[in-house]
């Protein structure tokens, strides 16, 4: 029988106090379906770690530096979803510095000679007050995808209000006055949390099933073992189907 | 017995003539690894065919448009690459108009119920001779995931040249000097377009296998009969695992 | 006494027909204000011109291309402002068409030996219903920059609505429902749109009593002959300032 | 007569010690020239302060921040210029993070009632070994354009090595071999240092000429005191010019 699955998601807030994020406001929404389904879920708030500058697996003494424990949990989770709320619309500096220290550990390599993080699927959550979650998305699941993770279709899920300054998501009041709107009732943000978060577990489990990515051809040193690039006629077109 | 997976190479290029295009020269080096693994393989100039400006599925009689052909193409295929070059650091005009046209389509359903585009995946090939490779990746990938495709591990692959104007890929002479490094050689070129097209086979046959994407909480009109975001409570955090 | 300013609005909608573009009307409002300020105002749709493929000054006869019409205005322009919708996030296949094609003149010379483009200023108007207007104009803006344009600060407005699908800028109605908040009210848009365009002016006049950039340094065939990067000790720090 | 420009460099990178920065090399040779022709010139390197994150002016008590060390260095200068490496395809964390902080006191007003930063001009310098340089550019010039900096044509450089791991700009050896291209002699990559170096400061001279910024319609709460955009007619197209 298929061991649990297990999900870990890091909110990036770039707020040091977790509990004052609007981010984990959606991210618990899209977690709880997960765990509701059987997955176990861990999230946990960047900040709440000291974690240091450098593109280095463990940067301590240098710096005090607790990431290798939140690698350690990365390693472990079939499936991983970034926090972010979108600042001068991109992602914040806390998402940037935690996908630098994955990358420092992306050349390792997993059981079946591949790059640490295949098999693994990657999703996002955005906030903000205005725009740029498209462009956030972009820049977190290129990076994870570049990495290794699996991209499901449509994991990516944002609530923002409207042009100009605003309420935040989950907020009940905005400069003392009541907020009608704030993300709780959007039928888009709570479709495309409910669709990411069945994705990255349909995903997950056809990962789970065939044992991971197949190894053929997508093994950095033995690549040349295979049918490969090197060896085929740039000149020459494909046959073409009917 | 599974049938044969059929993979549709666009090239996206802003030149007229398909034969000039350096962008074709890597789409096909892929293209063929595909081809000798079994694969049915089609690739196409996009600008060989006449393409109408419009968020519409047919843009005749108001403009001449043949895109409908190109489309009867994407939806027979399994595998989507798209080829293009970068000019001012981002995707092709081309390559714009493509995903433009895909995108008009997106919101038709597969015989699942799910988006048109689940159950297939995409890739990107991208030269260029200097910068944007990345950014051009982000773009598309981000695109075909956004509509439904799946996007596996590393499906992009690139040549630029040195900082600066220099010899395009597969160029043999430069300003009437002859030319020493034009990409045909380049280990990394060559690995990253062996990766991607193996996990793109990889991807493409495990979802054939699994019969498609499972149809739990993904279908853009019952997601509400599954366990959904706007049921869980905001403010509650996973359990966590140990 | 000055020349009076020209300005140049080209509306980059992937409609065929202008009069149907949201982002017309909110560029409207900008070009009024210049208008009313003694600036002497075009707009074009660019899609009322044949615009051929490729990185050519001009493409007649390979295709049937108005293109070099379209260069003439923006020649005998001092201000430049491109308009674009959003389409997944990213701008519209017009813009990025329209986009290259000024690239192709790009590598010309005004009349001190600078780049063509040198002495102008850019800005870039966005509309769309939900998200990207940051990424739009983070693209269009680079790309002007990188092409020689000054680019004047909070030279971007947009609207966009709420999450989800829903009324565009302008609209009335939506889905058969009178629509309250189409962006003309919009304090936020009116007060970027206010700024964009005096800031537009401001640059404009500044350049234009200047008598556009002085020369040293800039000229890309001429930057041996003064202090250069080449001659620089790369190890060397500067002094710093008390 | 003109007080002296004042220029500042902050260098992103994510190393702790400043000498081991490739960035900082690039940086020094365009430092130097504004340094020679009369700019006064300081250059920091981000990680020797303390920098907390949130969108604070000033995190103290609740991190240890020296943020508004580094605020006064920007506040001062006439010129900014922020340094950058790239991972990922996009700027490092700590440019992330100096462009947050930064973002903070962007809502503060300079003598004229503009933003803060309106009046200054803005650049940035990039190496990496491979790719994303404009995607870097576009990214920093749009954050320094939207918070009020004024951005002349062509204020980016960067150095990028061919396709795939390689040596950074500077180095002499890479994986024990001795290297022959490591950017110094690059012609494009010093070009582009400096004419970036020469438009930065024609640009802050014409500013500081012009006593800044007119301060007509940008003003963010008088801009309904001057023909703005909510009296406009959004379906009134401009006269045009023959």
């Not at 298929?2 to 618990?28: E, F, P, V």
């Not at 879920?41 to 593109?55: P, T």
């Not at 500096?93 to 591949?114: P, W």
């Not at 098999?119 to 570049?146: C, F, P, Q, R, W």
Request: hydrophobic share 35%; with cysteine; glycine share 10%.
């Amino acid at each position: 029988m298929a061991n649990k699955l297990k999900a870990l998601y890091i909110n990036c807030s770039i707020k040091k106090d977790g509990t004052k994020s609007h981010t984990q406001l959606l991210m618990n929404r899209s977690a709880q379906i997960l765990e509701k389904e059987g997955v176990l879920v861990k999230s946990i708030h960047a900040l709440d770690y000291k974690i240091g500058f450098g593109m280095e697996k463990d940067l301590n003494p240098e710096q005090e530096d607790q990431w290798p424990e939140i690698q350690a949990m990365i390693d472990e989770a079939d499936i991983l979803v970034i926090g972010s709320p979108i600042w001068l619309g991109v992602k914040a500096s806390v998402a940037t510095l935690v996908i630098e220290r994955m990358y420092a550990y992306s050349g390792d390599y997993n059981d079946k000679g591949q790059y640490l993080y295949y098999g693994k699927v990657g999703g996002v959550v955005i906030t903000g007050n205005e725009d740029g979650a498209k462009a956030v998305a972009m820049d977190v699941l290129y990076a994870l995808s570049h990495m290794g993770y699996t991209i499901p279709p449509q994991v990516d899920c944002a609530w923002l209000g409207e042009a100009g300054p605003g309420p935040s998501y989950g907020d009940t009041e905005f400069k003392g006055e009541p907020v009608d709107r704030n993300g709780y009732d959007n039928n888009f943000t709570n479709r495309n949390a409910t669709i990411m978060s069945w994705n990255l577990m349909h995903h997950a489990k056809m990962l789970q099933k065939n044992n991971g990515i197949d190894s053929e051809g997508n093994n950095a040193s033995k690549w040349r073992n295979f049918t490969n690039a090197e060896d085929q006629d740039p000149q020459k077109l494909p046959k073409g189907w009917k």
